[in-house]
């Protein structure tokens, strides 16, 4: 299971991007997908979540609640997150992870096991 994040890079601060994660090989479609993001010299943390099982997103940092939007696009085997207002403090590495459908959803107790291999963001000011 390999995965793959993409359409970082640079930006004012406002502007908007649309990361893309997708598959080589095997369907998101039936995978929970999750979006993450890293800062420099910051912990890891979750952004927004979208379950398989029953189809409900979630968005885990207030800061990006109302400004962020995970969505799928089945057919093109992807899914997004759509970042608009952006603001320097979103500078960060951004990730996304995947995992099989559990009874946990979004919320497993477990790290989600497959990681792409993460796409820079740098909002400027």
């Known amino acids: 299971v390999q995965l793959q994040a993409s359409g970082g890079g640079l930006v004012q601060s406002g502007g908007s991007l649309r990361l893309s994660c997708t598959a080589s090989?095997?369907?998101?479609?039936?995978?929970?997908i999750k979006w993450l993001r890293q800062a420099p010299g910051k912990g890891r943390e979750v952004l927004s979540c979208?379950?398989?099982?029953?189809?409900?997103?979630?968005y885990d940092t207030d800061s990006v609640k109302g400004r962020f939007t995970i969505s799928r696009d089945n057919a093109k085997n992807t899914v997004y997150l759509q970042m608009n207002s952006l603001r320097p403090e979103d500078t960060a590495i951004y990730y996304c992870?995947?995992?099989?459908?559990?009874?946990?959803?979004?919320?497993?107790?477990?790290?989600?096991?497959?990681w792409g291999q993460g796409t820079l963001v740098t909002v400027s000011s």
């Open positions: 992870a995947a995992d099989r459908p559990s009874s946990y959803g979004c919320y497993t107790p477990y790290e989600f096991p497959y």
């Open positions: 979208n379950s398989v099982s029953d189809g409900s997103s979630s």
């Open positions: 090989g095997f369907s998101l479609n039936y995978y929970t």
